[in-house]
T-cell receptor
Framework: GENVEQHPSTLSVQEGDSAVIKCTYS??????FPWYKQELGKRPQLIID?????GEKKDQRIAVTLNKTAKHFSLHITETQPEDSAVYFC??????????FGIGTKLQVIP | GAVVSQHPSRVICKSGTSVKIECRSL??????MFWYRQFPKQSLMLMAT?????????EQGVEKDKFLINHASLTLSTLTVTSAHPEDSSFYIC?????????????FGPGTRLTVL
């Protein structure tokens, strides 16, 4: 089955700096890579996703890159703000069946 | 956007009792729903995949006789934790996959925090 590794597990950045979270996956058949943000005690919220036919996608301060050859994908948050503090999960899936999540990264943005 | 509800949001029960959790897709039809369990400070672990009108597919290590899943309609799936024990205390989250068009995004319910005394 799919195995998703995520790092770092914790990340502290100063407000205004950038944050980068990296993931790798094992199943070359995976073609959908969503990223979720989860605040304490709440549900995961989809913040951005990317499919295997593109290498990069951007939405305001958030961008995701995908390297299918290396099986790497990354989340980039620029100009971080305190409200970006949360746990971020990467995930990989082949179609709409069985999304496999990474272990999560706790991001703390220090004002 | 797609909305998924879950009920109840919190439940406290005595050891040995059964608890039913409902997951509903409110504004779209979901042929597939997923049930996850999340322990504190850990990732989401898939328990089972629920397909409307058929038996659920359970992940390795998940007891199907203990975690009963019923997906009776395109908008409702239920998870029943039978004979709950304190080690079953966790945050249970469902998600529904929207299959309209080509999207396969999963939308999560708000979760149910189960505490077994």
């Amino acid at each position: 089955g799919e195995n998703v590794e995520q790092h770092p597990s914790t990340l502290s950045v100063q407000e205004g700096d950038s944050a980068v979270i990296k993931c790798t996956y094992s199943d070359s058949a995976s073609n959908y890579f969503p990223w979720y943000k989860q605040e304490l005690g709440k549900r995961p919220q989809l913040i951005i996703d990317i499919r295997s036919n593109v290498g990069e996608k951007k939405d305001q301060r958030i961008a995701v890159t995908l390297n299918k050859t290396a099986k790497h994908f990354s989340l980039h948050i620029t100009e971080t703000q305190p409200e970006d503090s949360a746990v971020y999960f990467c995930a990989a899936a082949g179609g709409y069946q069985k999304v496999t999540f990474g272990i999560g990264t706790k991001l703390q943005v220090i004002p | 956007g797609a909305v998924v509800s879950q009920h109840p949001s919190r439940v406290i029960c005595k050891s040995g009792t059964s608890v039913k959790i409902e997951c509903r897709s409110l504004d779209f039809q979901a042929t597939t729903m997923f049930w996850y369990r999340q322990f504190p400070k850990q990732s989401l672990m898939l328990m089972a995949t629920s397909n409307e009108g058929s038996k659920a597919t359970y992940e390795q290590g998940v007891e199907k006789d203990k975690f009963l899943i019923n997906h009776a309609s395109l908008t409702l799936s239920t998870l029943t934790v039978t004979s709950a024990h304190p080690e079953d205390s966790s945050f249970y989250i469902c998600s529904a996959a929207s299959t309209s068009g080509s999207t396969d995004t999963q939308y999560f319910g708000p979760g149910t925090r189960l505490t077994v005394l």
